[in-house]
């Protein structure tokens, strides 16, 4: 998780060279604060657990770069043209690419095929329900690209981990049978810190 900070950070970079963005002096304080909160929230304090392994950090750090190739070149070729064509386009490439993977990687179809047949409908709508709120974030995250700078927009997706941390606690507290997680005063008190933290850099950097 805490590699995907890392996005805003490519993102800045991208879009200084694209786009001409740059950032305040106090848009920049306001960013360095969500990150180090960012980051408090995303390390973990159990004890005998591992952040993360070395082997997977190549593949974290080139999806964070792809993640913010795809906001600067969606902001690149939406700002002379219309927002909706723009989307339209971007998921058209999507749904090709998804059903190139169907017919011509045979592992992924089975797999495919097999969730369907085992879980039926209960999967189907499940899968459905979840995709239809992905696209409706992704097609805000674009929409809030067009409006502010790109490093900005991904700081505030950035928050993923602190909306976790509620659904994790309230889901803990009153659905145990669907997610438990250890919120021992060890574990629990950092993030809040962290959360505090991101909450103060938000004000500074919208302010």
Do not use: D
Request: aromatic share 18%.
């Amino acid at each position: 998780m805490p590699w995907f900070l890392s996005v805003p950070v490519f993102g800045y970079i991208l879009s200084y060279f694209f786009l001409g963005e740059t950032l305040t002096f106090q848009q920049l304080i306001g960013s360095v604060i969500i990150f180090i909160g960012l980051l408090l929230i995303s390390f973990n304090f159990e004890s005998g657990k591992k952040n993360f392994k070395g082997k997977h950090i190549f593949y974290m750090i080139f999806a964070c770069m792809a993640i913010a190739i795809s906001g600067v070149i969606f902001k690149y070729t939406t700002i002379g043209n219309n927002f909706w064509v723009s989307s339209f386009w971007e998921y058209f490439g999507l749904g090709m690419s998804g059903l190139f993977i169907f017919l011509f990687v045979p592992h992924y179809r089975e797999s495919f095929l097999h969730m369907n047949r085992t879980g039926g409908s209960t999967i189907f709508f499940v899968n459905i329900i979840s995709e239809l709120m992905t696209i409706s974030g992704n097609l805000l995250t674009n929409f809030a690209l067009l409006l502010a700078p790109v490093t900005m927009v991904f700081l505030v997706s950035s928050l993923q981990p602190a909306i976790v941390l509620f659904l994790t606690i309230f889901t803990t507290r009153f659905f145990p049978n669907i997610a438990k997680e250890n919120l021992t005063k060890q574990i629990l008190l950092p993030k809040i810190i962290a959360i505090v933290i991101m909450i103060v850099g938000s004000a500074v950097l919208f302010m």
